[in-house]
């Protein structure tokens, strides 16, 4: 009987030059097969949970940040004494892997990526652990060797790039080089900055958020042109003077620091005889001329000092009138009725944060503050701080309404959102139903809790009236309260699914009758010897009918219409129209109502409905026997015609590029038959749209023969951006159309570039499935979609498991990372 050697817990030594390890991710060192000490299991413990909050990243940087926190535990491991291995196998010599290997997210190395932002000007050098900005970065782009730093005595230099095939390699020559723009060094241990950084004269983009950053050289204020600074999550406790002389910066974050004042004269304290609009620091006749403002940051936009040590007695009150948003949430702000006296003349102050400051009710003083104070804000966050409800009674001078509700939702134009109390967030639907709720109960206070009973709708027989004793006075019947929906459909037994098909059944047998009734009138109509055509005002209650308006939810629709003899369908072979759509496209005149309008939209008639004022859905599905828009007019500047219309469906109308416009006034409508039309024009549909209905949220124009000529830069910024006459388009659907270039979008992202925060835009979903669109350009991902549906399209890159496995966040990612 042989015997089977038992499996020892060992594994078998390896030479060191196996690579296996590290590639595949497996243990090779002790400290990552167990722990060594009971003080290092919590620590690895709680980093492997904090990379598991971190809910933006993806599946990919994930495992790559838990493999960087292994090589760094190795990295420790290796650095301990004798006495702190648990037995001899730990002690065992391990493999290290070179400092220039791969990097764990794909990029290239170190140098390679320094020398590749020659040509593009933009050098992101995030989450790389690095103790300081590399030297080679100032000897590659500027020929200068900076000055070692105290802490970073012995920096170690980079290694030299390998060569390519042939012994060449791709740097740019030196006609193509540009000066570097976009520096990003966030999330490392940068602990100090070389004053060298201020060589860098064209940096628009400096980012150093996450760092170990103590204090800034005061080099750093003189990059005249930087537009965006970023200096978060550091520990600084003050900034250089200069810093608020920059005169092009537009975006400043100090926040999650240790400052305790906001000096924004401290650089013009010596210099009040200035009466240029910019001064020049440099007197040396060789050295670079730096601008300076004389005025305090005349370009900034946004502040974000949250989360520091700041009072209000140490903020000085030179605040940029420019300012936008500005956020002291988390300060020990304390009493602070002077900023806020300052604050309320800021002319173009949309934003203003205190949440969890220590501010109380003796800050807010109605007769200190202007009249009328912020005359722009739309969010004062008050919450979770001492202020009370009735002490922002005081704000109450403000031309804006003021709204209380706590919701992810931006208030409307001419309503300021002030927050008071604990937050709690509500969606826009909970917030929607308080407000029905409390309109029922003050409907319901003007009434007696009893009310008299209404009488019943059968009338009883003639013996049975005599019969009937009279009503008692005094007595009455509580009053019915309204009921919801989903009571109602409980009531009548809907919750099943057989339920729900018997009364579609029993609907539908219905609405065959009253069809039926409507061909037998028709008929009767045509056999009449002298029948009158239909007038407008019978088209006029026809759409009024509650077979196509909706009073609960404020919405028109209009049934689909025969399509025109020989009018082609979608130009694409594998268009998916749902059957639904489909069905209702091919039914016949007879099947409707004959007094309803033939034309696609039929703007003169609804305008003139008792409910115009109130609308806010339109759909149009399916409207093709006369592919016109029939309107009043078209308007310039002035009040819409439907000014509440929120969602406007036209799917499946076969429109093109351009649409038929028919220009008259009700009054002037004749008969539906088509034997006298007003004349017609032809106009863009985008931008008709857009002047028809400028508070216009969500647009469907799926399933129509739209192309490329549309969707222009020119008609994208007129139909989507918000302005003083528009809201701003939130939902865009282009499904089924024929387009296959996205210029006009790709244009449109340009605007991001450097600049996330565009408050003009509101565009949440952009729908382009179906299309013929044969490459998606990276400048894409820089758009801010919740919601980007490209499929059935003909790219071929990038693949659909990139948006499969992680959605519309993935795919944007990837665009994103195209531009690098």
Same mark, same amino acid.
């Given at each position: 009987?042989?015997?089977?050697?038992?499996?020892?817990?060992? +594994?078998?030594?390896?030479?060191?030059?196996?690579?296996?390890?590290?590639?595949?991710?497996?243990?090779?060192?002790?400290?990552?097969?167990?722990?060594?000490?009971?003080?290092?299991?919590?620590?690895?413990?709680?980093? %492997?949970?904090?990379?598991?909050? *971190?809910?933006?990243?993806?599946?990919?940087?994930?495992?790559?940040?838990?493999?960087?926190?292994?090589?760094?535990?190795?990295?420790?491991?290796?650095?301990?004494?004798?006495? /702190?291995?648990?037995?001899?196998?730990?002690?065992?010599?391990?493999?290290?892997?070179?400092?220039?290997?791969?990097?764990?997210?794909?990029?290239?190395? $170190?140098?390679?990526?320094?020398?590749?932002?020659?040509?593009?000007?933009?050098?992101?050098?995030?989450?790389?652990?690095?103790?300081?900005?590399? =030297?080679?970065?100032?000897?590659?782009?500027?020929?200068?060797?900076?000055?070692?730093?105290?802490?970073?005595?012995?920096?170690?230099?980079?290694?030299?790039?390998?060569?390519?095939?042939?012994?060449?390699? /791709?740097?740019?020559?030196?006609?193509?080089?540009?000066?570097?723009?976009?520096?990003?060094?966030?999330?490392?241990?940068?602990?100090?900055?070389?004053?060298?950084?201020?060589?860098?004269?064209?940096?628009?983009?400096?980012?150093?958020? *996450?760092?170990?950053?103590?204090?800034?050289?005061?080099?750093?204020?003189?990059?005249?042109?930087?537009?965006?600074?970023?200096?978060?999550?550091?520990?600084?406790?003050?900034?250089?003077?200069?810093?608020?002389?920059?005169?092009?910066?537009?975006?400043?974050?100090?926040?999650?620091?240790?400052?305790?004042?906001?000096?924004? #004269?401290?650089?013009?304290?010596?210099?009040?005889?200035?009466?240029?609009? !910019?001064?020049?620091?440099?007197?040396?006749?060789?050295?670079?001329?730096?601008?300076?403002?004389?005025?305090?940051?005349?370009?900034?936009?946004?502040?974000?000092?949250?989360?520091?040590?700041?009072?209000?007695?140490?903020?000085?009150? =030179?605040?940029?009138?420019?300012?936008?948003?500005?956020?002291?949430?988390?300060?020990?702000?304390?009493?602070?009725?002077?900023?806020?006296?300052?604050?309320?003349?800021?002319?173009?102050?949309?934003?203003?944060?205190?949440?969890?400051?220590?501010?109380?009710?003796?800050?807010?003083?109605?007769?200190?503050?202007?009249?009328?104070?912020?005359?722009? $804000?739309?969010?004062?966050?008050?919450?979770?701080?001492?202020?009370?409800?009735?002490?922002?009674?005081?704000?109450?001078?403000?031309?804006?309404?003021?709204?209380?509700?706590?919701?992810?939702?931006?208030?409307?134009?001419?309503?300021?959102?002030?927050?008071?109390?604990?937050?709690?967030?509500?969606?826009?639907?909970?917030?929607?139903?308080?407000?029905?709720?409390?309109?029922?109960?003050?409907? &319901? #206070? &003007?009434?007696?809790?009893? /009310?008299?009973?209404?009488?019943?709708?059968?009338?009883?027989?003639?013996?049975?009236?005599?019969?009937?004793?009279?009503?008692?006075?005094?007595?009455?019947?509580?009053?019915?309260?309204?009921?919801?929906?989903?009571?109602?459909?409980?009531?009548?037994?809907?919750?099943?699914?057989?339920?729900?098909?018997?009364?579609?059944?029993?609907?539908?047998?219905?609405?065959?009758?009253?069809?039926?009734?409507?061909? +037998?009138?028709?008929?009767?109509?045509?056999?009449?010897?002298?029948?009158?055509?239909?007038?407008?005002?019978?088209? %006029?209650?026809?759409?009024? !009918?509650?077979?196509?308006?909706?009073?609960?939810? /404020?919405?028109?629709?209009?049934?689909?219409?025969?399509?025109?003899?020989?009018?082609?369908?979608?130009?694409?072979?594998?268009?998916?129209?749902?059957?639904?759509?489909? #069905?209702?496209?091919?039914?016949?005149?007879? #099947?409707?109502?004959?007094?309803?309008?033939?034309?696609?939209?039929?703007?003169?008639?609804?305008?003139?409905?008792?409910?115009?004022?109130?609308?806010?859905?339109?759909?149009?599905?399916?409207?093709?026997?006369?592919?016109?828009?029939?309107?009043?007019?078209?308007?310039?500047?002035?009040?819409?015609?439907?000014?509440?219309?929120?969602?406007?469906?036209?799917?499946?109308? !076969?429109?093109?590029?351009?649409?038929?416009?028919?220009?008259?006034?009700?009054?002037? $409508?004749?008969?539906?038959?088509?034997?006298?039309?007003?004349?017609?024009?032809?106009?863009?549909?985008?931008? %008709?749209?857009?002047? $028809?209905?400028?508070?216009?949220?969500?647009?469907?124009?799926?399933?129509?023969?739209?192309?490329?000529?549309?969707?222009?830069?020119?008609?994208?910024?007129?139909?989507?951006?918000?302005?003083?006459?528009?809201?701003?388009?939130?939902?865009?659907?282009?499904?089924?159309?024929?387009?296959?270039e996205l210029t006009g979008f790709q244009k449109l992202a340009e605007m991001f570039k450097g600049n996330r925060d565009v408050f003009e835009w509101k565009l949440e979903e952009l729908d382009l499935r179906d299309n013929e669109v044969g490459k998606l350009p990276p400048e894409l991902g820089l758009l801010p979609l919740d919601v980007f549906l490209v499929d059935g399209n003909t790219f071929r890159v990038p693949q659909r498991r990139i948006w499969e496995r992680e959605g519309t966040k993935g795919l944007l990612s990837w665009l994103r990372g195209r531009l690098e």
């Open positions: 009987m042989s015997r089977i050697p038992a499996r020892t817990s060992r +594994t078998p030594l390896k030479p060191p030059s196996t690579p296996t390890r590290a590639r595949l991710g497996t243990p090779s060192t002790p400290s990552q097969r167990a722990p060594i000490s009971r003080s290092s299991t919590p620590t690895k413990q709680s980093n %492997t949970e904090e990379v598991e909050k *971190k809910a933006g990243l993806s599946i990919k940087e994930a495992i790559a940040l838990r493999r960087a926190e292994a090589k760094k535990a190795q990295t420790a491991a290796e650095s301990r004494g004798l006495d /702190d291995f648990g037995s001899l196998e730990d002690a065992l010599p391990t493999t290290t892997q070179p400092a220039d290997d791969d990097d764990l997210l794909g990029r290239l190395p $170190l140098r390679e990526t320094i020398e590749k932002s020659r040509s593009t000007g933009s050098l992101n050098l995030a989450t790389r652990s690095l103790a300081c900005l590399p =030297s080679a970065l100032f000897e590659i782009h500027l020929n200068v060797t900076p000055n070692p730093l105290k802490s970073v005595p012995n920096e170690p230099r980079l290694p030299e790039a390998e060569p390519r095939r042939g012994g060449k390699r /791709d740097a740019p020559a030196w006609f193509e080089a540009q000066d570097l723009t976009v520096l990003k060094a966030g999330n490392n241990d940068i602990a100090e900055i070389q004053h060298e950084i201020s060589m860098f004269g064209s940096l628009k983009v400096l980012d150093l958020h *996450k760092n170990k950053i103590i204090s800034l050289p005061k080099t750093i204020a003189d990059l005249s042109f930087l537009n965006t600074l970023d200096l978060s999550h550091n520990g600084l406790t003050e900034v250089p003077e200069n810093l608020w002389s920059l005169p092009e910066l537009t975006t400043l974050n100090l926040s999650h620091n240790q400052l305790t004042s906001l000096c924004f #004269s401290a650089p013009f304290a010596s210099s009040k005889s200035r009466t240029g609009p !910019n001064s020049y620091a440099s007197t040396d006749f060789f050295a670079p001329a730096v601008v300076r403002s004389a005025t305090p940051l005349p370009k900034l936009l946004t502040l974000d000092v949250s989360h520091n040590q700041i009072q209000s007695s140490a903020v000085d009150l =030179s605040i940029p009138d420019s300012i936008v948003k500005i956020n002291f949430s988390g300060n020990p702000v304390g009493h602070s009725a002077a900023l806020l006296r300052k604050l309320a003349t800021l002319p173009r102050l949309k934003e203003l944060l205190f949440e969890k400051s220590e501010i109380g009710n003796d800050s807010i003083q109605s007769e200190l503050f202007p009249s009328p104070p912020f005359p722009a $804000l739309k969010i004062l966050d008050l919450s979770e701080t001492g202020v009370t409800l009735d002490a922002v009674s005081a704000f109450s001078a403000m031309k804006q309404e003021i709204s209380h509700d706590f919701s992810l939702e931006p208030p409307a134009d001419g309503v300021a959102r002030i927050l008071v109390g604990k937050r709690v967030l509500k969606e826009a639907w909970e917030i929607e139903l308080e407000r029905r709720t409390q309109e029922r109960s003050q409907k &319901g #206070s &003007g009434f007696s809790e009893w /009310d008299v009973p209404e009488p019943t709708t059968r009338s009883p027989p003639p013996n049975e009236t005599s019969r009937r004793p009279p009503p008692r006075q005094g007595i009455v019947s509580k009053k019915e309260a309204a009921k919801e929906p989903w009571e109602i459909e409980a009531e009548q037994g809907l919750f099943t699914e057989g339920a729900r098909r018997r009364a579609r059944a029993l609907a539908a047998q219905a609405q065959a009758q009253s069809e039926n009734s409507v061909i +037998t009138a028709a008929a009767r109509i045509d056999t009449a010897p002298a029948a009158q055509e239909p007038t407008p005002t019978s088209t %006029t209650s026809s759409i009024n !009918n509650s077979k196509y308006y909706s009073q609960k939810t /404020d919405s028109l629709t209009l049934p689909a219409s025969s399509p025109a003899p020989k009018v082609p369908g979608h130009s694409r072979a594998f268009s998916v129209a749902s059957p639904a759509s489909s #069905s209702g496209m091919t039914s016949s005149r007879g #099947s409707q109502d004959i007094t309803l309008p033939a034309p696609t939209l039929p703007l003169s008639i609804i305008v003139a409905q008792p409910f115009a004022s109130t609308l806010k859905v339109l759909v149009l599905s399916n409207r093709r026997l006369d592919r016109c828009f029939l309107v009043p007019s078209i308007p310039s500047c002035a009040s819409p015609y439907l000014p509440n219309l929120e969602e406007l469906n036209l799917e499946g109308c !076969n429109l093109e590029d351009q649409v038929a416009i028919s220009i008259a006034p009700p009054s002037e $409508l004749t008969s539906l038959s088509g034997t006298a039309t007003p004349p017609r024009s032809s106009e863009p549909i985008l931008p %008709t749209i857009a002047k $028809l209905f400028p508070s216009l949220r969500t647009l469907n124009l799926s399933f129509n023969r739209l192309s490329d000529g549309q969707l222009s830069q020119e008609n994208l910024l007129e139909l989507l951006l918000q302005t003083s006459n528009r809201a701003g388009l939130r939902h865009l659907r282009l499904r089924g159309n024929k387009l296959s």
